[in-house]
């Protein structure tokens, strides 16, 4: 009979594993920062719609996750021909809120442990380039956060209603060391134990823009 639950037991923590694994986010690709994108004919200028377009994040350490959302400041994404060619974003750093409504969370991130929003009120990202690989549209651009701008590359989708773009991502993730966030990251420090926080943070964008 031990053994029997010992078996069952073992069974559903490689199913517990093996699911976290499946479900995990893809890293979006990053690298040093890159050249702007800038077209030479503009045909067309979104502005973004900061009441509707929406930044989800999500954060996680061994006891469990976070989630919450982050707001644009302002944003515009040119086109040429109907095609995005190019675009600039500010975000919001001052209004990320925690899902749950945890004031202290939400002091703590906007702390110099983790985003000194004080110091740094707002991250910008710039399109840098936007193309199909393997049925999939990457969208790349450098995203400055705190002291530090790096490029990244993820997939997304584009849709039209009229007057109306849409531009979706899929839910990626980003290494937040690589932008200087250090609290409770194995990256920079190895006494943690169990009490560390993932590096990666987990994001999905939707921005609504309408076009001027």
């Given amino acids: 009979m031990k053994n029997k639950f010992a078996t069952i037991f073992i069974m559903s923590a490689l199913t517990v594993s093996v699911m976290g694994c499946k479900d995990k986010a893809n890293e979006a690709t990053t690298t040093e920062?890159?050249?702007?994108?800038?077209?030479?004919?503009?045909?067309d200028k979104y502005i973004a719609d900061v009441e509707t377009s929406t930044i989800t994040w999500?954060?996680?350490?061994?006891?469990?996750?976070h989630t919450g959302n982050i707001n644009l400041e302002n944003g515009v994404l040119n086109t040429a021909d109907g095609k995005i060619a190019g675009g600039?974003?500010?975000?919001?750093?001052?209004?990320?809120?925690?899902?749950e409504?945890?004031?202290?969370?939400?002091?703590?991130?906007?702390?110099?442990?983790?985003?000194?929003?004080?110091?740094h009120p707002t991250a910008a990202f710039e399109i840098t380039g936007l193309e199909e690989v393997d049925g999939k549209m990457m969208l790349s651009g450098n995203l400055a956060l705190k002291d530090v701008k790096n490029n990244v590359?993820?997939?997304?989708?584009?849709?039209?209603?009229?007057?109306?773009?849409?531009?979706?991502s899929d839910t990626f993730t980003i290494?937040?060391?690589?932008?200087?966030?250090?609290?409770?990251?194995?990256?920079?420090?190895?006494?943690?134990?169990?009490?560390?926080?993932n590096d990666d943070i987990e994001l999905k964008i939707m921005v609504k823009a309408k076009k001027a």
């Fill in 33 to 43: 920062a890159e050249e702007v994108m800038t077209p030479e004919v503009v045909t």
């Fill in 58 to 65: 999500t954060g996680y350490k061994p006891t469990g996750s």
């Fill in 175 to 197: 290494d937040r060391s690589k932008w200087n966030v250090k609290y409770g990251s194995k990256s920079f420090f190895d006494d943690l134990g169990d009490k560390f926080i």
């Fill in 88 to 99: 600039t974003f500010l975000i919001d750093m001052a209004s990320l809120k925690d899902g």
């Fill in 153 to 168: 590359t993820f997939p997304v989708s584009v849709s039209n209603d009229g007057d109306m773009m849409t531009l979706t």
């Fill in 101 to 119: 409504g945890s004031a202290k969370l939400e002091g703590h991130l906007k702390s110099p442990d983790f985003f000194d929003v004080e110091n």
